[in-house]
């Protein structure tokens, strides 16, 4: 006798309503809750004092963080203590250097309410953050001020600095001397690179404004005699000629006409036999494997005018056109990979 299996509505429920889970998260990450319990274990009364919560749905949310595996507890409601748990306490203390939390603050005190317009933006293919309401755009308005370009340096380099960590470890670089590292933000990239990789010359480029960022951040590291960092603008500069040019996290903030041209930038500035290293959340050939790759691309549409994120295969393309000879694709942590073009 043949037999049908059940077909199951748990997956629908659990994405449909996914926003549940998603905003305790963030919430417990903007209070500081991580942060506070990285110090000790604390009651549901000393979290609800130093957080200055109300009584009502305090234990429901710290229980929900139990049942989610981001607390551990012993006791129940009154008689509870709760701790972190391993993965909470390592990436969501604000006084660890491994914090990523940056990039969920941003995500819950900026895109949480973006992404109710994703149908608009969908129809429109318009941007849907505060350039709705007037406002400059993302970019524009984080760089005029420097505490919010401050934070936004921070949730980047956070979030990305396990995919430097790793690239600057298994990318092969005993062939190459120098780097340039085309939007480098606050230096995070090209510091990893000059850690594990002592031979290597490395230079951050991007905007005026975050040169005294990136400056203080590696000048802290200690490696101010192996990292410059220089300001200019990919859009309508030469790159640094360097060995290898990377580019964390920048070519889907991009149209098509835009991310070959400053691939086309990068060929320029290589040497003959130089690397394009690009890190991105590259989504599957297939487009069916990478979610996270393709909501990102999501976000591009309502944060950006023309920006997405894009397949190797799409990359491959790009890179030849613009006349580099081979590509390849180098898995990093989670959704993200590197797609590599030699000229």
């Not at 480098?184 to 040169?211: S, W």
């Not at 990919?234 to 149209?255: C, Q, R, S, Y």
């Amino acid at each position: 006798m043949k037999t049908t299996a059940l077909v199951d509505p748990s997956k629908i429920m659990q994405i449909g309503m996914g926003f549940f889970a998603s905003k305790t998260m963030l919430t417990a990450v903007n209070l500081g809750l991580f942060t506070h319990l990285a110090k000790a274990g604390l009651t549901g009364q000393s979290i609800k004092e130093k957080l200055g919560l109300h009584t009502r749905g305090l234990y429901d949310f710290l229980d929900t963080l139990v049942a989610l595996g981001f607390l551990k507890r012993t006791g129940i409601k009154e008689t509870a203590v709760y701790n972190n748990a391993e993965d909470a306490d390592l990436f969501l203390d604000k006084n660890k250097p491994s914090y990523i939390g940056g990039m969920l603050e941003m995500a819950n005190n900026r895109l949480y309410p973006f992404w109710n317009n994703l149908e608009e933006g969908l129809k429109t293919g318009k941007p849907q953050n505060e350039t709705k309401t007037g406002n400059a755009p993302i970019f524009e308005a984080i760089y005029a001020d420097q505490s919010r370009l401050r934070e936004f340096l921070s949730a980047m380099g956070g979030i990305q600095i396990a995919n430097f960590q790793m690239l600057s470890k298994v990318f092969d670089f005993k062939d190459y001397h120098t780097l340039c590292d085309a939007g480098g933000a606050g230096g995070y990239l090209a510091a990893q690179v000059a850690i594990n990789n002592k031979h290597m010359r490395c230079i951050t480029f991007d905007l005026p404004p975050v040169e005294p960022v990136a400056r203080e951040n590696i000048n802290r590291m200690g490696l101010s005699d192996r990292v410059t960092v220089q300001s200019g603008d990919f859009l309508t500069e030469d790159l640094p000629k360097a060995d290898v040019i990377t580019m964390g996290n920048v070519l889907h903030d991009w149209g098509t006409k835009e991310k070959k041209a400053l691939i086309k930038k990068a060929y320029k500035a290589l040497p003959q036999g130089g690397a394009l290293v690009v890190i991105e959340n590259i989504i599957d050939d297939n487009r069916s494997e990478n979610a996270f790759g393709l909501m990102m691309s999501l976000n591009m549409n309502i944060e950006t005018s023309e920006g997405f994120d894009f397949s190797a295969a799409d990359f491959n393309g790009w890179a030849r056109e613009c006349g580099f000879t081979q590509t390849s694709i180098i898995p990093l942590t989670g959704p993200s990979s590197a797609v590599i073009a030699i000229k």
